[in-house]
Every structure is written in structure tokens, then in C-alpha cells.
């Protein structure tokens, strides 16, 4: 393994990142184990809760149909992973967003 923050892409609890500068798809999460460690991650290993309560998975074009995202919010999908990758959506509170702590697209 090069110099670089370990990370996993993925949408499971134990994957997080995505690979780039310095960001070294690795397959494993040091973000994940390190807040495991410090017993503060939210898989029920510490202290926390995930702060959504539903996942969609689909194209930028899928979320747009099913009206999860407007066209502003399509648009920047699809500009940050293109338009026919698969992309999670995270239901926080009544919107849904790319970012699973509920930060806006």
C-alpha cells in the first residue's frame, strides 16, 4: 500500500471513500475501524445512530423519476458520477441526499 488514507468505495456500513489523491481504494475503511475503535461509529458498536432512515439505489436518471431529486439535484448527480452509474440516496428527514450524514447533494 502506497502513503494515503485507507478507504473501501461502497455503501456498506464497513465501506466508506472514494479512491483518489492521497485516498487509496485499499479495501478496507481505516475511517470505519478507527471510530470502531474509539467506540464511536454507528453500527452498534458505539454510541450513534445512522442519521437516515431509507436507501434508494438507481441512476441520476432513476432518482429523478421517482422524484427523489429535482432536475438542479439530477443535474449534480449526474455531473459528480456520471448519468448511468448506480448512485445511493439517503432519506434524512424528508430529503434525499448522496451524503449518508444527511449534508445536502
Request: aromatic share 12%.
Amino acid at each position: 500500500m502506497g502513503h494515503g488514507q485507507p478507504v473501501d468505495p461502497g455503501t456498506t456500513i464497513t465501506q466508506c471513500g472514494t479512491a483518489g489523491a492521497y485516498l487509496l481504494d485499499v479495501k478496507i475503511c481505516a475511517a470505519y475501524y478507527m471510530g470502531r475503535f474509539w467506540g464511536i461509529a454507528d453500527d452498534g458498536s458505539g454510541p450513534g445512530t445512522p442519521t437516515y432512515s431509507d436507501t434508494a439505489v438507481g441512476t441520476a436518471t432513476d432518482h429523478y423519476v421517482a422524484g427523489r431529486v429535482d432536475v438542479t439535484e439530477y443535474n449534480a448527480l449526474g455531473a459528480r458520477y456520471g448519468y448511468t452509474a448506480p448512485i445511493t440516496l439517503y432519506l434524512c428527514r424528508a430529503n434525499w441526499t448522496d451524503k449518508p450524514d444527511g449534508a445536502p447533494s
